[in-house]
């Protein structure tokens, strides 16, 4: 093979297709739509509804009304002393969202308070209410048991769990298990939405030159081989610099939106007086972990890695067809592997040492999707990492040789789309 003839196709192929529209659009509203995605969670997180839901409390114990003021003295008021009537002409007169009647079967016989109300202020609004009553209404009844302060909050305790991990030169470290799991999963499902997205660039770009007889031009000054390697490298530069403007979009992105909603979220708190709200913390969606640069290092090599194993056999089968709607028989072969992995991440999300990950993960088809997931999830011993590029490496080299005995015949071949017969024949020429 001549590097220069396949450096030539390269430079051709990454120029081409990185100055088209679909390159440069899908480039620029990816990082686009990010941002849009973030400035609606934040905007939704710090703005402030100008609707206001006013709950009347009618307590006849004398003891429900205060301490609910107390948890929220904007949304319950204390009505004592109207009555029922009063109550429901002011929801009728949309004067306030509903009331409650407290009577001392709701404290001794264990009855359910009754809201009611207009309807209005949706689901977070009737679980705020229902947890606040729940609180008071416990309270009361312990007071009543007389019950010491310390019961009490033995009672109210609620034992959460903390995880550290344990590394293997004997550190602890903050455990970010779950998040760690979605972000497996999301670099699972970034690499399997890559093979098919850049293997199809290939697939249509050899079916074009086939179809408009640039390839015999080509091929009479260019091996098939290094034409082969060569779209498949431009292509794959095509897919890195993509990457390369997204990582670098959503870092800054992410960098710029943690300052930008605090202090949103300030000049709202202090618009309206809320010193409880300008105190608060950052929203959780914003509240990234550290994500280990090993993991990059990581993600990137398993998308080069299946990016060339499928990208080859994808070159093949655009060789072997004559348009686009034909590829989709010739595909299966194809796609059911990558299927079956996409399919197997789901398990492994769940269970990321099980044999079924473990294995399947070192299976060469399925380790750029499996086995990044199981790296950011979980503690992977580098011999499983190791085996299974070293057999990603390996049967790469298979790919190539079966698809490249493939493409030199198939790019040459016009009038109808090679059958399995014929794909096999070729390879036996």
Do not use: C
């Amino acid at each position: 093979m001549s590097w220069r003839q396949i450096f030539l196709v390269l430079k051709r192929e990454y120029i081409t297709r990185v100055k088209s529209k679909g390159f440069i659009w899908a480039t620029i509203l990816v990082p686009v739509g990010f941002a849009a995605v973030i400035g609606i969670m934040v905007f939704i997180t710090v703005w402030e509804s100008e609707s206001t839901f006013e709950v009347a409390i009618k307590d006849e114990t004398g003891q429900v009304a205060p301490p609910l003021i107390e948890i929220n003295e904007r949304r319950y008021l204390d009505y004592s002393g109207l009555e029922i009537d009063s109550l429901r002409t002011l929801v009728q007169l949309d004067r306030i969202t509903g009331y409650i009647v407290i009577t001392e079967e709701n404290i001794t016989e264990r009855r359910n308070p009754e809201l009611i109300y207009r309807g209005s202020g949706g689901m977070e609004f009737l679980m705020s209410v229902e947890s606040d009553f729940r609180q008071v209404i416990r309270e009361v009844r312990l007071r009543r048991a007389d019950v010491s302060e310390e019961i009490q909050e033995i009672y109210e305790a609620r034992i959460n769990l903390d995880t550290r991990r344990l590394t293997r030169e004997g550190e602890e470290e903050d455990d970010d298990t779950i998040f760690l799991s979605f972000v497996g999963m999301l670099l699972g499902i970034i690499i399997f939405i890559s093979i098919f997205s850049y293997g199809g660039y290939i697939t249509r770009g050899v079916i074009e030159e086939k179809t408009n007889r640039i390839v015999e031009v080509i091929a009479s000054s260019v091996k098939p081989i290094e034409l082969l390697t060569g779209k498949m490298a431009g292509v794959g530069a095509l897919a890195i610099t993509q990457f390369t403007i997204w990582i670098l979009a959503f870092a800054g992105l992410t960098t710029i939106a943690g300052p930008l909603a605090m202090s949103l979220m300030e000049t709202s708190a202090s618009a309206s007086g809320d010193l409880a709200a300008a105190e608060a913390e950052l929203p959780a969606f914003l509240d990234f972990p550290t994500v280990e640069i090993s993991l990059i290092v990581y993600f990137i090599i398993f998308f080069i890695l299946g990016y060339l194993l499928y990208s080859s056999l994808f070159a093949a089968i655009g060789s072997a067809a004559d348009s686009d709607t034909d590829t989709q028989q010739l595909m299966l072969p194809i796609t059911i592997p990558i299927m079956i992995a996409y399919f197997i991440m789901f398990h492994t999300w769940r269970s990321p040492d099980s044999i079924l990950s473990v294995v399947s993960s070192i299976i060469p088809f399925f380790s750029p999707i499996l086995m990044i997931t199981r790296i950011a999830i979980t503690d992977v011993p580098f011999w499983q990492i190791g085996s299974s590029i070293l057999l990603m490496i390996l049967t790469f080299a298979g790919t190539m040789w079966l698809s490249s005995k493939i493409y030199k015949v198939g790019i040459l071949s016009y009038g109808s789309t090679a059958s399995f017969k014929d794909i096999f024949k070729w390879i036996r020429q």
